[in-house]
């Protein structure tokens, strides 16, 4: 039996004995905590906390919080950290002008992409992603899901989702893997649309479970990319394989990928800038999380998603990175938490929620992680010494992750 003890916590943070599956509308603002807190994980799982007058003695290992606040790691639901290089040439165009569909219209964007992960081998692929893993664990990711689909081809999608694979065995992460063939069209399809959704539908998809790469589907329903009925037809096939969908949905207009990602009882659906009423009307009592992006919005210079519309619609949010090279090239959800309570007006409280317990219900992980609660596996971090859990977001260009801890072991 392996035991460890955190102590002389500031605030211990997301303390819940019975955590909900999801938080909604109102309830995203509670945020419960313990000041001069201790919390004991044994077996990789969390056991007990308190406050330090009630702490225990006799621990195998024991860490010294030194006043510095411990929360549940974050859980980011949406991210493309398997990619070969980086796109800092289209960042420039972005500063000159072109927007994100020019440039992909050039041959840039997911294609460029796609082209340098077609080149890359898988080994080299995996040292790239691994370093990218790393990075994130250390910024108090604790639970990730990783995306394929800058491959495009069936070999090239096998070969990232391998590659993930590789990565859980290779971290201490809880990793998800989603097979995102419908990413973006590639260009010897243009002229005959269906023959690529017949390849994903009828090669890819029996390919990715019987290989059992995948934990979920995802398609890219959204202007200039894939349409609701080639959304629907993929979807319906991964539903009969046993694939449940995530979406990436509305994030360059009204696309009806909402719609189509509820139809099938996606876990989530991802990005969300261009959402109204009824888009919000379909979400509630769905099932399905309305995961924002911020950081994309941010970096593409685009329309904010409508957070406080959807929050007193009583929805529920979940935030993630959407780490990728084009979009978003950061896995810093501190940063993301930022932008949530600036850009969003997120309050601090639905902004720790959205990236602990409602992102972990994103993921498919809502009963194992996303909050303090006894019987959830350990995966915390410790900041150094800050006067209020509002300081995280507020001070967003400090690293304040001072130590990590992935399945109850200090990394």
């Known amino acids: 039996m392996s035991t460890l003890l955190i102590k002389n916590i500031g605030q211990l943070v997301q303390v819940?004995?019975?955590a909900p599956v999801v938080l909604k509308g109102a309830a995203m603002s509670e945020l419960p905590t313990i000041d001069n807190a201790w919390i004991l994980a044994i077996d990789g799982l969390i056991h007990s906390f308190g406050e330090m007058e009630n702490c225990p003695i006799s621990i195998d290992q024991v860490i010294d919080a030194e006043g510095g606040f411990v929360f549940p790691s974050w859980c980011d639901s949406h991210t493309h950290i398997v990619y070969a290089g980086s796109r800092e040439s289209e960042f420039v165009d972005k500063i000159h002008g072109l927007s994100y569909e020019e440039i992909a219209r050039r041959g840039g964007g997911i294609l460029n992409s796609a082209r340098r992960l077609q080149a890359t081998y898988e080994d080299d692929l995996f040292e790239q992603a691994l370093t990218r893993a790393i990075e994130i664990q250390g910024y108090g990711t604790g639970a990730v899901e990783i995306k394929s689909g800058y491959g495009l081809t069936v070999?090239?999608?096998l070969k990232m989702l391998r590659v993930i694979r590789r990565l859980r065995e290779a971290t201490d992460?809880?990793?998800?893997?989603?097979f995102l063939g419908a990413h973006a069209l590639p260009t010897e399809y243009k002229e005959n649309r269906s023959a690529y959704i017949d390849l994903i539908v009828e090669k890819m998809l029996p390919k990715v479970v019987s290989e059992g790469l995948a934990d979920f589907v995802d398609v890219f329903c959204d202007k200039g990319f894939f349409t609701?009925?080639?959304?629907d037809r993929i979807l319906g096939a991964a539903n009969?394989?046993?694939?449940r969908a995530k979406i990436h949905a509305n994030e360059l207009d009204y696309s009806g990928g909402i719609q189509v990602g509820v139809k099938h009882g996606a876990l989530s659906v991802d990005h969300l800038e261009f959402?109204?009423?009824e888009e919000m009307e379909v979400l509630l009592n769905s099932g399905t999380m309305p995961t924002l992006l911020p950081s994309t919005a941010f970096f593409l210079k685009?329309?904010?998603p409508p957070a406080r519309e959807m929050i007193a619609a009583g929805l529920p949010i979940a935030l993630a990175t959407d780490y990728n090279p084009g979009s978003s090239p950061s896995g810093r959800m501190q940063f993301v938490l930022s932008l949530a309570c600036i850009n969003l007006r997120m309050t601090p409280e639905e902004a720790i929620n959205a990236a602990t317990i409602n992102s972990a219900y994103a993921m498919g992980l809502h009963e194992t992680h996303g909050s303090i609660t006894p019987g959830k596996v350990a995966n915390l971090f410790i900041t150094s010494k800050i006067p209020s859990f509002a300081f995280l977001p507020y001070a967003f260009g400090t690293d304040l992750v001072k130590t990590v801890i992935l399945n109850g072991v200090a990394q």
């Open 275 to 277: 959402t109204g009423e």
């Open 155 to 157: 070999d090239d999608e």
């Open 173 to 178: 992460l809880t990793i998800r893997a989603t």
């Open 240 to 243: 009969r394989l046993g694939l």
């Open 228 to 231: 609701v009925d080639e959304t």
């Open 302 to 304: 685009i329309k904010q």
């Open 16 to 18: 819940r004995p019975e």
